[in-house]
Protein backbone atom coordinates (compact mmCIF):
# COMPACT_ATOMS: atom_id res chain seq x y z
CA UNK A 1 0.00 0.00 0.00
CA UNK A 2 1.55 3.37 -0.90
CA UNK A 3 0.89 6.43 1.11
CA UNK A 4 0.93 10.08 -0.42
CA UNK A 5 3.23 12.24 1.31
CA UNK A 6 2.31 16.02 1.11
CA UNK A 7 4.54 19.36 2.32
CA UNK A 8 4.18 19.62 5.92
CA UNK A 9 4.60 23.40 5.24
CA UNK A 10 2.50 24.02 2.01
CA UNK A 11 0.32 20.81 1.41
CA UNK A 12 1.22 20.16 -1.86
CA UNK A 13 1.48 16.44 -2.95
CA UNK A 14 5.02 15.92 -3.56
CA UNK A 15 5.26 12.09 -4.01
CA UNK A 16 3.79 8.66 -3.34
CA UNK A 17 5.74 5.58 -1.10
CA UNK A 18 5.59 2.47 0.20
CA UNK A 19 6.25 2.64 3.92
CA UNK A 20 8.34 -0.57 3.89
CA UNK A 21 10.93 0.32 1.74
CA UNK A 22 13.51 2.45 3.33
CA UNK A 23 16.35 4.27 1.82
CA UNK A 24 20.05 5.23 3.54
CA UNK A 25 20.55 9.36 3.13
CA UNK A 26 20.24 12.59 4.61
CA UNK A 27 16.63 13.15 5.87
CA UNK A 28 16.48 16.38 4.85
CA UNK A 29 14.87 17.74 1.57
CA UNK A 30 13.88 20.97 0.30
CA UNK A 31 9.75 21.18 -1.06
CA UNK A 32 9.84 22.09 -4.65
CA UNK A 33 6.97 23.85 -4.26
CA UNK A 34 6.97 26.44 -1.38
CA UNK A 35 11.27 25.33 -0.47
CA UNK A 36 10.45 24.90 3.08
CA UNK A 37 12.37 22.04 4.37
CA UNK A 38 10.54 18.94 5.68
CA UNK A 39 11.98 15.04 6.76
CA UNK A 40 11.58 12.81 3.94
CA UNK A 41 9.81 10.13 5.32
CA UNK A 42 11.42 7.19 3.07
CA UNK A 43 14.83 8.58 4.78
CA UNK A 44 17.03 6.53 7.44
CA UNK A 45 19.31 8.21 8.45
CA UNK A 46 21.84 5.07 10.17
CA UNK A 47 23.66 6.52 12.43
CA UNK A 48 20.62 7.63 14.46
CA UNK A 49 18.73 4.35 14.37
CA UNK A 50 22.16 2.07 13.76
CA UNK A 51 21.91 -0.79 11.20
CA UNK A 52 18.73 -2.71 11.26
CA UNK A 53 19.08 -5.99 12.10
CA UNK A 54 16.77 -7.65 9.08
CA UNK A 55 19.38 -6.49 6.45
CA UNK A 56 21.28 -9.86 7.45
CA UNK A 57 18.33 -11.77 6.93
CA UNK A 58 18.21 -14.50 4.34
CA UNK A 59 14.80 -15.56 4.26
CA UNK A 60 13.41 -13.25 1.77
CA UNK A 61 15.90 -14.12 -0.35
CA UNK A 62 15.18 -17.62 -0.22
CA UNK A 63 11.86 -17.08 -0.63
CA UNK A 64 12.68 -15.15 -4.08
CA UNK A 65 14.59 -18.36 -4.54
CA UNK A 66 11.80 -20.82 -4.07
CA UNK A 67 9.16 -18.22 -6.41
CA UNK A 68 12.16 -18.19 -8.84
CA UNK A 69 12.14 -22.25 -9.03
CA UNK A 70 8.63 -21.72 -9.18
CA UNK A 71 8.53 -20.23 -11.81
CA UNK A 72 10.78 -21.82 -14.04
CA UNK A 73 9.30 -25.20 -13.77
CA UNK A 74 5.93 -23.80 -14.77
CA UNK A 75 7.48 -22.08 -17.64
CA UNK A 76 8.96 -25.60 -18.55
CA UNK A 77 5.78 -27.35 -17.84
CA UNK A 78 3.71 -24.89 -20.12
CA UNK A 79 6.53 -25.00 -22.73
CA UNK A 80 5.03 -28.68 -23.67
CA UNK A 81 1.45 -28.24 -23.36
CA UNK A 82 -0.57 -26.46 -25.89
CA UNK A 83 -2.32 -23.65 -23.96
CA UNK A 84 -6.66 -22.83 -25.32
CA UNK A 85 -7.80 -19.26 -26.31
CA UNK A 86 -3.85 -18.09 -26.93
CA UNK A 87 -2.82 -17.15 -30.37
CA UNK A 88 -0.27 -19.45 -31.91
CA UNK A 89 2.45 -17.03 -32.00
CA UNK A 90 2.09 -16.20 -28.24
CA UNK A 91 2.18 -19.83 -27.28
CA UNK A 92 5.86 -19.66 -26.68
CA UNK A 93 5.76 -16.27 -25.13
CA UNK A 94 4.81 -16.73 -21.42
CA UNK A 95 6.43 -19.98 -20.69
CA UNK A 96 9.45 -18.12 -22.02
CA UNK A 97 9.06 -14.84 -19.42
CA UNK A 98 8.29 -17.23 -16.70
CA UNK A 99 11.74 -19.34 -17.01
CA UNK A 100 13.36 -15.43 -17.71
CA UNK A 101 11.82 -13.86 -14.64
CA UNK A 102 12.19 -17.41 -12.34
CA UNK A 103 16.36 -17.03 -13.60
CA UNK A 104 16.57 -13.32 -13.02
CA UNK A 105 14.76 -13.81 -8.96
CA UNK A 106 16.88 -16.96 -8.38
CA UNK A 107 20.28 -14.79 -9.89
CA UNK A 108 19.57 -11.69 -7.83
CA UNK A 109 18.73 -14.11 -4.71
CA UNK A 110 22.07 -16.50 -4.86
CA UNK A 111 24.10 -12.65 -5.32
CA UNK A 112 22.51 -11.45 -1.87
CA UNK A 113 22.77 -14.34 -0.30
CA UNK A 114 26.33 -14.80 -0.73
CA UNK A 115 26.78 -10.46 0.03
CA UNK A 116 25.57 -11.41 3.27
CA UNK A 117 27.47 -14.78 3.83
CA UNK A 118 30.73 -13.24 2.54
CA UNK A 119 30.07 -9.83 5.05
CA UNK A 120 30.12 -7.93 1.91
CA UNK A 121 26.79 -6.67 2.51
CA UNK A 122 27.87 -5.62 6.22
CA UNK A 123 31.24 -3.63 4.67
CA UNK A 124 28.24 -1.81 2.32
CA UNK A 125 26.51 -1.04 5.19
CA UNK A 126 29.41 0.17 7.51
CA UNK A 127 30.36 2.63 4.08
CA UNK A 128 26.73 4.04 4.43
CA UNK A 129 27.03 4.20 8.71
CA UNK A 130 30.46 6.29 7.57
CA UNK A 131 28.25 8.43 5.16
CA UNK A 132 25.81 9.37 7.62
CA UNK A 133 28.23 9.73 10.75
CA UNK A 134 30.01 12.46 8.18
CA UNK A 135 26.65 14.20 7.69
CA UNK A 136 26.43 14.65 11.52
CA UNK A 137 29.68 16.92 11.39
CA UNK A 138 27.68 19.25 9.29
CA UNK A 139 26.30 21.47 11.56
CA UNK A 140 23.69 22.81 9.24
CA UNK A 141 22.08 19.76 8.50
CA UNK A 142 22.23 18.89 12.37
CA UNK A 143 20.46 22.43 12.88
CA UNK A 144 17.93 21.22 9.84
CA UNK A 145 17.35 18.47 12.40
CA UNK A 146 16.55 19.76 15.18
CA UNK A 147 13.90 22.70 13.79
CA UNK A 148 12.55 19.46 12.39
CA UNK A 149 12.51 17.80 15.98
CA UNK A 150 15.03 15.28 15.29
CA UNK A 151 17.82 15.44 18.23
CA UNK A 152 21.30 14.37 17.55
CA UNK A 153 23.23 12.83 20.24
CA UNK A 154 26.16 15.27 21.65
CA UNK A 155 28.38 12.45 20.72
CA UNK A 156 27.57 11.82 16.99
CA UNK A 157 28.29 15.88 16.40
CA UNK A 158 31.94 15.76 17.03
ZN1 LIG B 1 5.91 23.03 0.40
Redesign the pocket.
Known amino acids: MSVEF ?7 K ?1 FEYEPRMRKYGPLTED ?6 T ?1 IDPRRVELSLTGIPADEYKMSPYVFILVIGAFLIWRGWYMLGMYQLGVPGPMQKFLPVVFIILGIVAILASIYEIIMIKTGGKAKKMQKLMEESRQRMKNHAYVEKLKDLGIEVPEELRQ
Do not use: T, V
Not at 6 to 12: A, I, N, R, T
Not at 31 to 36: E, Q
Open positions: HCPSCGKLCKSCGKY
